[in-house]
């Protein structure tokens, strides 16, 4: 296909994106998150557009994951149209990411930025005055909470926690993180700092291949979880983890990861030591094969 018929096929499907937003049919989710990963960006913000205009009814929410990956977009128009899109349905799966973007201000047009806080506004009025009309359990202890209680532990961590278990998981999750940052010492070839030579190895070969990727993002949501993948493909919305060890609890933590991708439906490369010898072979054929699905 020459770069005309490149063109025309991408208007086309920009189009078909602006008739399902304005026909209003929510039959339409499905297809719309589908064109949400079209190669061209004008297909991919007219899309997200169109999730908004479906946003009163509940089925849009299950686009609410892929609006999330565009607010993180490369396109500038593209971040923008799939925040005011999250705005709209006004689901908390969506704040780590929105409020992840308006603390990066730097850099950002000022419309991205006033995108993000709309949204977040948005969201966070619907989500309080939800809470004032039901009490919600410490997820932790199981004690009721206040409004204040979960307002500021689902600001942090996505989670309701009564004020004690907040300042105990708030320890846990500090003495984590540093412990996560002390162990990256190893430096690949576009200098992104990892913690194993496995992992320098799969960010090398991702690199080679001008495939963008994010290294340990801890925003990506999943299920409530706030997990933390190896390595994310926005491009092909692919996730790729490292198992680099083989203790007991390890493999406890690697089994309930992959059981939280297989729930959510998460397209998943599974790496191993093993792998690497011949990694090129086994990355090259499990992406071609997720590519297929």
Not at 58 to 77: I, K, N, S, W
Not at 166 to 171: L, S
Not at 268 to 292: H, N, R
Request: glycine fraction near 6%; charged fraction near 25%; hydrophobic fraction near 40%.
């Amino acid at each position: 296909m020459n770069r005309r018929q490149l063109q025309a096929a991408s208007e086309q499907a920009r189009k078909r994106a602006v008739e399902l937003g304005e026909a209003g049919d929510t039959a339409a989710v499905t297809e719309l998150v589908a064109l949400c990963r079209h190669a061209g960006p004008t297909v991919r913000r007219a899309a997200a557009s169109a999730l908004g205009k479906l946003a009163t009814d509940a089925t849009v929410r299950a686009a609410v994951p892929m609006l999330c990956e565009l607010a993180r977009d490369a396109h500038p128009q593209v971040r923008q149209y799939a925040m005011l899109a999250l705005g709209k349905i006004g689901d908390e799966a969506a704040l780590p990411v929105l409020r992840d973007a308006a603390n990066r201000a730097a850099g950002q047009p000022d419309y991205v930025l006033a995108a993000a806080l709309k949204a977040i506004e948005q969201i966070e009025g619907a989500t309080q005055a939800q809470q004032k009309s039901s009490p919600v359990a410490c997820s932790r202890c199981g004690r009721e909470t206040s409004g204040d209680e979960r307002q500021i532990s689902e600001t942090q961590f996505q989670r309701v926690y009564c004020s004690a278990c907040f300042d105990a998981v708030f320890i846990e999750r500090r003495n984590f993180d540093m412990k996560v940052q002390n162990q990256k010492t190893i430096l690949t070839a576009d200098r992104t700092v990892v913690q194993s030579r496995g992992e320098r190895q799969i960010a090398d070969w991702i690199a080679a291949l001008s495939i963008a990727y994010r290294y340990d993002d801890k925003f990506q949501i999943i299920q409530g979880y706030a997990i933390r993948p190896d390595f994310y493909l926005p491009r092909y919305d692919v996730y790729i983890e490292y198992w680099g060890l083989d203790t007991t609890d390890y493999k406890i933590g690697m089994l309930l990861k992959q059981k939280l991708y297989q729930q959510e439906g998460k397209k998943l490369i599974s790496l191993y030591p093993a792998d690497l010898p011949v990694l090129d072979k086994k990355l090259a054929a499990e992406l071609q094969a997720l590519m297929k699905e």
